[in-house]
């Protein structure tokens, strides 16, 4: 296994809905999700886990550093005077959710300001990033965010990218698809969801999303689509499809995409075996949206019978 996974991007203060009908006030966002599913499926033994961005020096960014560190991930934080966390609230309408931000003074927008490497990343580690986190970033910082991205790529690292297409987020569709083949041009691995990628660039179906990303420079390409199979295709040519199992109920999809990304990486990074890490991705995605909110506790996943089950 990867000794390190190094997540970067946006953590923000959620305020998700409760069944009275009240909102519980959290800490969220997507490649933190990934990290945090990440740190409950790994053992602290086989891996560290880091996460990469910027926070503000008041109360909230306080809070939020201190559960970084009592969930076991690593903060790599810089300190941004006058700012703090991004802010956004979840409206669910049967299952399927919808939000709110508040993001404009996010000290996250500096995550990149004067980078130039990812700190304690080397070899054999694992950076993970998304279109949100080049998004949010002045086009300054994207560029900078992806020069560290090739340096560290260049040491050995294993960078991947799940585009994660937020179109209110850019100033342009056009900019927003420029931006994200461009990240995705050196990444080893692309996680793609095909619903918003046939949205954005035509793509006919699920495959053509995946030939895509590796006619782009990616080794494999995973593209979630639902409840429908998903599809995983390797620059060398091999590739299957996978028929998730149907989910028992759907009280929430937040963090479906970013908890199948976590536990396939996990499982995909400890044993290059892609349908067992496929099956582990589709079993905690199917769990989490049976649970409100992005962080759900999981205790392990079972790539055998394909179940995921609370921790105690």
């Known amino acids: 296994m990867a000794r390190r996974f190094v997540a970067i991007g946006e953590c923000m203060v959620e305020f998700s809905p409760t069944r009275e009908g009240t909102y519980a006030i959290g800490f969220a966002g997507d490649t933190f999700n990934t990290a945090w599913y990440a740190r409950q499926l790994a053992g602290p ?13 008041d109360e909230l960014s306080r ?17 941004i005077g006058d700012a703090g966390p991004g802010m956004y609230m979840i409206f669910l309408n049967n299952g399927e959710r919808s939000f709110q931000y508040w993001r ?13 490497n990812l700190p304690d990343v080397d070899g054999g580690d694992v950076v993970y990033f998304s279109g949100i986190t080049i998004a949010i970033l002045p086009e300054a910082g994207r560029e900078r965010l992806l020069e560290a991205l090739r340096h560290a790529a260049a040491k050995g690292a294993e960078v991947v990218f799940d585009p994660n297409l937020r179109p209110r987020l850019w100033q342009s569709e056009e900019d927003m698809c420029r931006w994200t083949m461009k990240a995705a041009a050196l990444s080893g691995i692309v996680l793609p969801s095909f619903e918003d990628e046939a949205r954005h660039f035509g793509d006919k179906d699920a495959q053509a999303t995946a030939d895509r990303y590796l006619a782009n420079g990616a080794r494999l390409a995973v593209v979630k689509n639902g409840e429908d199979p998903v599809v995983v295709q390797s620059a060398d040519g091999d590739g299957f499809r996978y028929q998730p199992e149907a989910a028992t109920q759907v009280v929430d999809t937040t963090a479906a995409g970013d908890s199948f990304n976590a536990a396939f990486l996990v499982e995909y990074l400890g044993r290059p075996r892609p349908r067992e890490a496929v099956r582990a991705g589709c079993a905690l995605a199917r769990h989490v949206i049976g649970h409100r909110g992005a962080l759900v506790p999981v205790s392990k996943i079972d790539v055998i019978t394909g179940k995921a089950r609370l921790s105690a």
Request: charge should be negative; glycine fraction near 4%; hydrophobic fraction near 45%.
């Open 45 to 57: 033994a086989d891996l560290e886990v880091a996460y990469f961005s910027a926070v503000g020096d």
């Open 104 to 116: 404009s003074q996010s000290a996250a927008r500096h995550l990149a300001d004067d980078l130039e």
């Open 63 to 79: 809070q939020l550093t201190v559960f970084m560190q009592e969930a076991g991930i690593s903060p790599k934080l810089k300190i």
